[in-house]
């Protein structure tokens, strides 16, 4: 029963990657290409798994990819500051936990990211929405059938399979092929 369970599991997962768009996925490479060389602003966010996801590709766009370059990645997880988050959730409303800090500092043309696996947490699509507005380019990335979150970003990133744990690999694994993707192609300009 293990083993089945794991060739399964394996299995659906790798149906999600090939599942995803290559077209939209090199557009993701590219909107992070030139996010760092236009030194725009990354935003990054997600609740519960995804919040780990975002807080994960931050770290490696402000580490991973930036130590030791003259030149770095500017991102910042919006759920990594979590006593401004239980402020806004406390005194104003969960809903609001991702777009207040946008109305903050973001700019247009910075680059907004979302993680849901459902597609449809409320906090993220509000900030989704006011990113749009203010003109910042938007990517979401889900599961399932991409939710609401697949229709109102710029560039949906969806990994077509029903499972939340399967949506977040996935979208853990498309990250760091990007991150691979954007250190062979940052060492080649040194």
């Given at each position: 029963?293990?083993?089945?369970?794991?060739?399964?599991?394996?299995?659906?997962?790798?149906?999600?990657?090939?599942?995803?768009?290559?077209?939209?996925?090199?557009?993701?490479?590219?909107?992070?290409?030139?996010?760092?060389?236009?030194?725009?602003?990354?935003?990054?966010?997600?609740?519960?798994?995804?919040?780990?996801?975002?807080?994960?590709?931050?770290?490696?766009?402000?580490?991973?990819?930036?130590?030791?370059?003259?030149?770095?990645?500017?991102?910042?997880?919006?759920?990594?500051?979590?006593?401004?988050?239980?402020?806004?959730?406390?005194?104003?409303?969960?809903?609001?936990?991702?777009?207040?800090?946008?109305?903050n500092f973001l700019r247009p043309s910075d680059l907004v990211i979302a993680f849901?696996?459902?597609?449809?947490?409320?906090?993220?699509?509000?900030?989704?929405?006011?990113?749009?507005?203010?003109?910042?380019?938007?990517?979401?990335?889900?599961?399932?059938?991409?939710?609401?979150?697949?229709?109102?970003?710029?560039?949906?990133?969806?990994a077509p399979v029903h499972d939340m744990q399967k949506a977040e690999d996935a979208?853990?694994?498309?990250?760091?092929?990007?991150?691979?993707?954007?250190?062979?192609?940052?060492?080649?300009?040194?």
């Amino acid at each position: 029963m293990i083993r089945e369970f794991f060739a399964d599991y394996s299995a659906d997962l790798s149906k999600a990657l090939s599942g995803t768009s290559l077209d939209r996925f090199e557009e993701f490479v590219c909107l992070l290409e030139s996010a760092y060389k236009d030194e725009r602003q990354i935003f990054l966010m997600g609740n519960g798994g995804s919040a780990s996801t975002a807080s994960h590709i931050a770290c490696d766009l402000n580490k991973g990819l930036s130590f030791g370059m003259q030149k770095r990645f500017r991102a910042i997880c919006l759920n990594d500051n979590l006593p401004m988050l239980m402020a806004y959730a406390n005194d104003v409303s969960y809903e609001d936990v991702f777009i207040e800090p946008l109305k903050n500092f973001l700019r247009p043309s910075d680059l907004v990211i979302a993680f849901s696996g459902s597609g449809d947490s409320r906090n993220v699509l509000k900030a989704i929405q006011y990113a749009n507005s203010q003109g910042a380019h938007t990517v979401g990335l889900s599961g399932f059938d991409g939710g609401k979150l697949a229709h109102i970003v710029s560039t949906p990133i969806v990994a077509p399979v029903h499972d939340m744990q399967k949506a977040e690999d996935a979208h853990l694994i498309l990250c760091h092929i990007i991150f691979q993707i954007l250190r062979a192609r940052m060492s080649q300009s040194r």
